[in-house]
Structures are given as C-alpha cells and as structure tokens.
C-alpha cells in the first residue's frame, strides 16, 4: 500500500515531462480532504477521505492520473483502510464531443473486502451536453479485470473477468460558485450474471477563492461479489489549480 504514492509521483512525473514541451499543453492539480468525526458518551468514530487528480491537456488528448485513501474506525474498530489509484486518457476527434478512452486502475479494500484489484480497457464517449458551465458524458467499454478478493469475510477468491463498463458523468457550475460534480458507474461482469460492481461519487463545492472550495461529498461502492457495500458521507476542503 506504501507504493501507490510513489507509483503515482512517478507517474505524474512522466506525465509532465512528456507534455512541457508544447506551448498549447494546460495542467490542473486537485486536493479534496474530507471527513468526519463523532464522539459521544456511549462511543466514538472518525473517518478521513483523501484524494488528488492531476490532469494534462492538449488540443486532442488529455491524461488523467487519481489517487485516493478512506480511513476510519468505529469504537477502535477498523472500518475502511481503502486504497485506489487510476491513470486513464481521452483521445478526441476534431468534433471534442466524441472520444475515446483507455483506463488502468487499481484498487484496495477493506471494507468491501478487496485485497488488489486490477482493471484495465477503454471504450468510446461522447458529451450529451457540453457547455461552460454544464457537461453531461456518457461512456461505455470493455474492462478486464483480475481480483483476489475475500467471500463471506473469509474465503479468498481470485479469479479474472471481463467487464462491460458504463458511467454516466455531470458537472454543473452556478454562476461560477457552486459546483455540482458527479460520477456514476455500473460494471458488469460479461460470463457472470450475478457479478455487478455499482460505483458513485459525488460532490457539492462552494468557492471561497478560484483555488478553495468548502466541498461535501457523498461516495457509494457496491460489490456483489463479496456481498459488500460502503456509503461515505462526509465534508471538508477542495484546493485546486490550474497552470
């Protein structure tokens, strides 16, 4: 687990060397943590939610790289010890409503009772809406996936599948203020009827300045593989620039 940030340091690092030599090349970095904390007589509990984005764009490719970690425990009692990490790409045409996408992610769980999983593919997407102030996307493609994970708590599982892969994402600002962002994700397994993963993440930002947002955000997972799921309701800071 000690690797994912120095995997994704190094990755942004070449990232960045690759595009700084194109005056037409635009960055943006993205710090959210959030959280929450409830003590009272009868128990305590605490949750903390970290995640950074760093993206490089040019005229017809945009690199994306995400890091993300949940920690909390209820009455000293772990609850989520979650790691992922993602480096994924937009190629577009000369219409930038319709591209195409690769992604390689990986991901660890304890509260859905994944050990590692690994997912890798792409697929085509295109901006039903797609103004400066609201964007509406939707995508679709082929994942394949390798998973050791835990069955009813205990029993390890590893096995491969392929997965076709939707998400439905928006992004609506009000008068450059509020922010209302969110992505939806719905995998299924293509030789397993029963193996759905469900995936949600969104937020609400305020802006304070152009680089700091009050942010609450709400993140659902569920995996019917391990009969497992997490709701994550939680708010704090979002720091975000572009360059």
Known sequence: MKCIPVILLLLLCRLSAFAQFS?????????????????????????????????ISKKK????????????????????????????????????RFFYWGLTSYDKSYSLKINNRFQGGGGIAYDIISKPNATVNLSDGILFETSDLYLHDTIPDIYHTFRNSFRVYYKWTIKGIIVLEGAQFLQQSLSHGNDLIIKSNNS???KLSSWLAITAALSYNKLNRTDRENLLINYGLTIEKYF
């Open 61 to 96: 490719v945009v690199l994306n790289a995400d890091g993300g970690y949940v920690y909390g425990q209820q009455d000293k009692q772990l609850t989520n010890n979650d790691v992922t990490a993602s480096l994924n790409f937009n190629l577009y045409r000369d219409d930038r």
């Open 23 to 55: 005056d037409s090349t635009h960055y943006y970095v993205k710090y959210a943590s959030t959280g929450s904390i409830n003590r009272t007589n009868d128990g305590n509990s605490y949750l903390l939610n970290n995640a950074l984005a760093f993206k």
């Open 204 to 206: 609400l930002s305020i």
